[in-house]
Nanobody, 123 residues
């Protein structure tokens, strides 16, 4: 099982970025996969999740209305479209899964992590 995240970068406040997370070793559509983010000295927090099978979408309150999670089952790839970015969105973003189907899981429950991708939002 491997997850490969990409798409981070530097953007001005109000701008947009799209992150991608390509899965290998398992079929993405059957499992919940989530995005987390972390800043130095802070806990890793959940940002968004798409559940397995039915594809229910779950968002942290801080990103609702600005971020959209989606997946392309034909490419085993999950995306995070981030619009109206704010400086407080600056963090290293990770995709992760515990190969379960539910989204009500914490970072500690995740078994597989992609390498993080840095998102920096300047004011």
């Amino acid at each position: 099982v491997q997850l490969q995240a990409s798409g981070g970068g530097l953007v001005q406040a109000g701008g947009s970025l799209r992150l991608a997370c390509r899965a290998s070793g398992f079929t993405l559509e059957y499992y919940a996969v989530a995005w987390f983010r972390q800043n130095p000295g802070k806990e890793r927090e959940s940002v968004a999740c798409v559940s397995g099978k039915v594809g229910r979408l779950v968002y942290a309150d801080s990103v609702k209305g600005r971020f959209t999670i989606s997946r392309d089952n034909t490419k085993d790839t999950m995306f995070l479209q981030m619009n109206n970015l704010k400086p407080e969105d600056t963090a290293v973003y990770y995709c992760a899964t515990d190969l379960g189907s539910r989204c009500d899981r914490s970072a500690e429950d995740m078994d597989y992590w992609g390498k993080g991708t840095l998102v920096t939002v300047s004011s």
